[in-house]
């Protein structure tokens, strides 16, 4: 007659099926700005989305980016780790002595597979939800991401408006019709946004698609600045109003 000791048999298919694997750590490398750098030009210099790059420093102010400023650049390096991990064995069933006779052993052990419940699917409820953000736009349905109600602000393109910046935007293009000046935290940068709710003679009636090209120092939050291609006098008639905006993509 064979006795079989479980306490040894386990012991040895947990060491037969040890595992080292191998994880990818990502972490945010540090970058020192040089002069005249802006996010977007550190962004295209190390191909990281510019987006990504600001949410991984939102205490650096965009406007103030000066030589020697440390910056995270996010998932530009990568780290290695080895854990060791070991599959799940059955545990054996609970007997009075540790030894079996050869009939319990000689009757196999089945090990069930434990899979965990499928996830519900929710792909239905988010393209419901998704089919009513549309807005119409000279007409025609628009789908939109999200809908925001700001204080908007107009702008132009002097020199005592935006400094060293005259005439152009945060990515360096010259300010034109459709540009507005965001919050990044808000409304990210180079975002499609649909503007109305305004009233003012300079910009078309009843709104305009835009694009969120530009920042402000003041521009924080629920607030927006709108180009205008006039004078500063007839800019300041524009006042502060409130305005929708529609994030398009």
Same mark, same amino acid.
């Not at 939102?58 to 080895?82: C, F, H, M, R, S």
């Not at 965001?182 to 078309?204: E, R």
């Not at 969120?212 to 008639?237: L, Y």
């Given at each position: ?9 386990? /012991? ?44 991984? #420093? ?10 020697? &400023? =440390? ?21 054996? %069933? ?8 050869? =009939?319990?052993?000689?009757? %196999? ?27 119409? /736009? ?6 939109? =991401? ?28 010259? &300010? ?26 300079? &910009? ?8 969120? #090209? ?11 600045? /709108? ?23």
């Amino acid at each position: 007659m064979k006795i079989f000791n479980l306490k040894k048999l386990s /012991i040895a298919l947990m060491t037969a099926f040890l595992a080292v694997q191998s994880i990818t750590v990502v972490a945010a490398a540090p970058y020192y700005a040089k002069d005249g750098d802006t996010f977007f030009k550190i962004a295209k210099t190390n191909s990281i989305d510019m987006n990504d790059l600001m949410k991984a #420093n939102p205490n650096v102010d965009p406007l103030n980016i000066y030589q020697g &400023l =440390k910056i995270e650049l996010p998932g530009a390096k990568e780290t290695k780790a080895e854990v060791a991990s070991a599959p799940r064995v059955a545990s054996a %069933p609970p007997v009075a002595d540790s030894k079996v006779t050869a =009939k319990s052993a000689s009757e %196999p052990t089945v090990i069930k597979d434990e899979k965990p419940a499928p996830k519900k699917k929710e792909a239905a409820v988010s393209a419901s939800a998704s089919s009513e953000n549309v807005v119409h /736009i000279s007409g025609e349905p628009t789908s939109y =991401k999200k809908s925001l109600n700001v204080k908007a602000t107009a702008y132009t393109a002097a020199a005592s408006e935006n400094g060293s910046w005259a005439g152009k935007d945060y990515f360096g293009n010259q &300010l034109t019709h459709g540009t507005i000046a965001v919050d990044p935290k808000m409304i990210p940068l180079g975002t499609k946004v649909f503007v109305t709710g305004y009233s003012f003679n300079g &910009l078309p009636a009843g709104g305009f698609v835009g694009r969120a #090209n530009d920042i402000g120092g003041s521009i924080k939050g629920n607030r927006i600045d /709108i180009f205008v291609d006039t004078t500063q006098s007839s800019a300041s008639e524009f006042g502060i109003q409130n305005v929708k905006v529609f994030v398009l993509s």
